[in-house]
């Protein structure tokens, strides 16, 4: 073992009982368990944020299979590797069982072009696939490649978990840091945990980092407090991609929390992780519009006012201020009573726009003011609403084909209850 290399490379399992996390795919009994044991493996992606074990699993397949072992990565090999790596699986004088495994990190990378000349080898077994990735494959990679290959999704690891792995470091005399006398307090490890978001390569690095840095006491231990481990690690790293899928993720978590009436605490979680990641307060500020339209609606039509009126100022005044417009809108979006009765009512019209014989102006609401159109009977018969009780005339609006279709369900909510009630009445 290089004692220079990272300690995260170090302590890499070697088996699947010493692998941490992702028991949901990987656990005793599990399909991928079962594939990797039996070494019965079929071609698959590995898909999830980074220090979740990607990696270390198709590790642990190389030492765990027969057949030979070839790692790329796609940001140094392309279309010359993949052949290469298909001739020496079909030279059955060196390679008897006419297949190899190959790894294939960061394979969002590879363009269409380079997964196409991978998806034939693939699809006749020469090649068993291991694909790891950040990105959403639905997104990146190949339908072609994708039908071909099981999708396996790894979730950040938890607090346990990681504490498991530092454990483990400071024990292990061979790989780890064992050979130090190391004393760190319960603050300080919570700190690299917490810090590390659910990746085990970050909590690795800044644990090593605290324990190579710190000189011994007088008693020759290491000791590190909270003070050295936030030294090590300062900031969390936000997992946040404006192109990939947890940006996706995030906002929608944004709009249903507005969507749900009082839900502010949740709102401002995620309007957090869309301002601390970089997110264009523009966009932020669409969603907050919509919003206001589509799910508060005439429950509360103030709520449009604001959101339109947020944008506007964010654009005049910019970041840091922006923050505080952007989080007064859609708190007031949160915590405004809610209906959708105008979104839905709308895409019920047009459905009926689209796939119904929907008829024609009726003659007493067409235009009369045109030469020729009275002539043609345009506009006779219509009742002027300003000439009753309450500017209501009682006459066809909706063309003959659609006569007594109701669009409009208003709700018993806020503003909108008002409407409800005399609607009601009058239908």
């Not at 190389?62 to 940001?75: G, H, V």
């Not at 990378?109 to 080898?121: A, M, S, T």
């Not at 790891?132 to 190949?142: G, S």
């Not at 003959?400 to 109701?406: C, I, N, S, T």
Request: proline share 4%; aromatic share 8%; with cysteine.
């Amino acid at each position: 073992m290089d004692k220079n290399m990272p300690l995260a490379a170090r302590m890499r399992p070697d088996t699947l009982e010493e692998f941490v996390g992702q028991q949901h795919i990987i656990g005793k009994n599990k399909l991928l368990y079962r594939a990797i044991k039996s070494d019965r493996l079929s071609s698959v992606i590995f898909y999830g944020p980074p220090g979740t074990g990607k990696t270390t699993l198709a590790h642990i397949i190389s030492r765990e299979t027969k057949y030979p072992f070839k790692k790329l990565n796609a940001t140094t090999s392309g279309v010359k590797e993949i052949r290469e790596t298909a001739e020496e699986a079909q030279n059955y004088l060196l390679n008897p069982k006419g297949r190899v495994i190959l790894f294939y990190d960061e394979i969002h990378r590879l363009n269409k072009g380079q997964q196409d000349v991978l998806l034939p080898y693939v699809e006749d077994g020469t090649i068993i696939l291991i694909g790891a990735t950040t990105e959403n494959p639905y997104f990146e990679v190949n339908k072609a490649l994708l039908s071909r290959s099981t999708v396996f999704k790894f979730e950040m690891l938890s607090w346990q978990e990681i504490k498991v792995i530092l454990d483990r470091c400071l024990e292990d005399k061979e790989r780890g840091l064992g050979n130090y006398t190391v004393e760190i307090t319960d603050e300080a490890v919570d700190h690299i945990i917490r810090l590390s978001d659910g990746d085990a390569r970050v909590a690795m690095n800044a644990l090593e980092l605290a324990v190579l840095t710190t000189p011994p006491n007088e008693d020759g231990k290491i000791y590190i407090d909270l003070e050295v481990a936030q030294d090590c690690i300062q900031q969390k790293a936000i997992k946040y991609d404006k192109d990939g899928d947890n940006h996706y993720d995030v906002i929608s978590a944004f709009i249903k929390s507005m969507r749900n009436y009082m839900e502010p605490d949740a709102v401002l979680h995620w309007l957090a992780r869309l301002v601390e990641s970089g997110e264009k307060p523009e966009f932020i500020a669409r969603r907050i519009i919509i919003s206001a339209a589509e799910d508060v609606g005439l429950a509360n039509p103030a709520a449009l006012q604001v959101a339109v009126a947020a944008a506007q100022a964010v654009e005049r005044i910019g970041w840091p201020e922006g923050k505080i417009v952007l989080a007064m809108a859609a708190l007031f979006v949160a915590c405004s009573p809610k209906s959708n009765s105008a979104c839905v009512g709308i895409e019920k019209a047009l459905e009926d726009v689209r796939t119904k014989n929907v008829g024609t102006v009726p003659i007493h609401l067409r235009d009369s003011s045109y030469r020729g159109a009275k002539e043609m009977g345009h506009g006779i018969g219509y009742k002027y609403s300003h000439d009753y009780p309450g500017a209501r005339a009682i006459q066809q609006y909706l063309p003959r084909e659609l006569k007594g279709v109701k669009y409009y369900t208003p709700k018993n909510s806020g503003w909108e209850a008002n409407i409800k009630k005399v609607l009601d009445q009058l239908r």
